[in-house]
């Protein structure tokens, strides 16, 4: 007893700080996120009306919807690009489905399943062929954004009837439906990480792929659905953000990809599998759409958001590898 107390009288500020990093994935990015708003206010204090706040809530819901599958990806130790490209296809099929006079119910689903398709054919290479997932998505990438051109042969499409806009201007207590349906994907895939076999075998995955098989698990069909849900979220974000423009357009999600794989791992997913969560992921998304959001306040060109980004993730990056050295030390230490 007495020796323990001694312990942790020991314990020195940065031992203490370390061990609340550890414990609290999450702790970074909100500390992150409230010296920032903080920062970014004294600045500019209009970042802080009502006005632009309620701006970034709904601009960011895209991003919070297709974040989870990226997360999902991120922590089997896999990556998907292609999502921007997806979200775009999304749009495009939904916007052309209404143009062929088909009921928005029936566009939005076709929308949707353009984005299971796509997502199956990336599981189903991954897995059956082993090529590496950068490669197959990367490839992915560059082909569903040139479907979507050949389809609209450049032009948007529009104007969308006004059933689908009313889906994103509908509204609940005030709060637009992209963000209600934000939370609610939020919701669901932190109960089934949580609190699902497939959630488990997802971190198993990440964290040994060998020996999560040895264990049992169905590591191909894990592999294979975390794909697949990774571009049907894509796909339902693109119906979103066509309903918002009243457009559908082949050059919408340019560059997504790099804003939710940023917010993830900005959120404390690793970028090598295993550690992360829906919460941390979503919070590091509401951070990338600040920074851009508080960017473009300060009149900062879109080139140097580009640079500040690219930063970041590096950063993030280097932070996730001195966090898995700090828990490889710690427990190397409890097995002495």
């Known amino acids: 007893m007495a020796k323990n107390s001694l312990s942790e009288k020991k314990e020195n500020p940065l031992a203490i700080v370390s061990r609340i990093f550890l414990q609290k994935q999450e702790s970074s990015i909100i500390l992150a996120l409230i010296f920032y708003i903080i920062f970014v ?15 970034v809530l709904h601009s960011s819901g895209f991003a919070l919807i ?4 990226t997360t999902l990806t991120l922590l089997t130790g896999g990556l998907d690009l292609s999502v921007g490209s997806v979200l775009a296809l999304g749009g495009v099929v939904t ?35 082993n090529i590496p997932p950068l490669i197959v998505t990367l490839g992915m990438q560059y082909a569903a954004r040139g479907l979507v051109s050949v389809l609209t042969q450049g032009v948007p499409i529009y104007p969308l009837p006004k059933e689908l806009m009313n889906i994103e201007k509908t509204s609940l207590f005030g709060i637009p439906m992209i963000v209600i349906a934000s939370i609610a994907v939020a919701i669901l895939f932190h109960v089934i990480l949580t609190h699902t076999g497939f959630g488990r075998s997802v971190y198993a995955l ?27 979220l894509a796909a339902l974000a693109g119906v979103f953000m066509a309903a918002r423009l009243g457009s559908a357009e082949a050059a919408a999600g340019t560059g997504y990809e790099m804003t939710v794989i940023c917010g993830a791992i900005i959120g404390g997913t690793s970028a090598l599998g295993g550690m992360g969560t829906i919460f941390g992921a979503v919070l590091g998304g509401l951070f990338m759409e600040i920074l851009t959001n508080s960017l473009t306040l300060m009149r900062i060109s879109v080139y140097w958001q580009q640079l500040v980004v690219g930063a970041i993730l590096i950063l993030a990056v280097m932070l996730d590898q001195y966090k898995r050295k700090l828990i490889l030390k710690n427990s190397i230490k409890s097995t002495k």
């Open 41 to 55: 206010t004294c600045i500019n204090p209009t970042f802080a009306s009502k006005e632009n706040i309620f701006n």
């Open 95 to 129: 916007g052309l489905s209404c143009k062929m006079g088909l009921p928005v119910p029936i566009a939005i689903i076709l929308g949707v399943l353009s984005g299971v398709l796509v997502g199956a054919v990336n599981g189903f290479i991954i897995v059956k062929a």
């Open 206 to 232: 990440g964290g040994n792929e060998e020996a999560a098989r040895i264990s049992g698990i169905n590591t191909k069909k894990t592999k294979f659905l975390v794909y697949v849900i990774s571009s049907t």
């Open 66 to 69: 297709s974040i989870a599958g």
